[in-house]
């Protein structure tokens, strides 16, 4: 059986459960919005709410409480993401120039971390 291009029935790779993405869950849209709640503000950032939740205060992200709802400005969260690090395509515990030792490196010297002691023998089963 043939599918057709237009049939939206297969899953994509953002149909997650619980995803902001998922195509059953409500649908999150921020155009035209200055101030957006907590799940628009982690949808804008890309992150998973639990994520923007723990790391929006190592960006200066403060909310506003207006009316009992945290609100962030969405200008904010832009400048916080433009003003971030940028993307490092090397790992962090590779080999770079100067270092004898790049990360966690095996015990290669062939000693014994401590002596080897055999097992005692099992005693034979009695029938």
């Known amino acids: 059986m043939q599918q057709s291009d237009d049939d939206d ?7 997650v459960p619980g995803s902001p993405f998922n195509a059953d869950s409500k649908k999150i849209n921020i155009e035209g919005k200055d101030w957006l709640t907590i799940e628009e503000a982690a949808f804008y950032c ?15 992200l403060v909310p506003r409480n207006f009316m009992g709802k945290k609100l962030y400005e969405k200008a904010e969260l832009y400048r916080a993401i433009h003003g971030a690090r940028l993307w490092s395509a090397r ?3 590779a080999l770079r120039p100067g270092r004898k030792t790049g990360g966690f490196q095996p015990n290669l010297t062939g000693e014994r971390i401590r002596p080897y002691n055999p097992r005692k023998a099992k005693p034979p089963i009695s029938e």
């Not at 890309?46 to 200066?60: C, I, L, P, T």
């Open 46 to 60: 890309r992150v998973s709410r639990s994520h923007f939740e723990a790391h929006a205060g190592d960006y200066n």
């Open 91 to 93: 790992p962090s515990t």
């Open 9 to 15: 029935s297969l899953p994509g790779p953002l149909d």
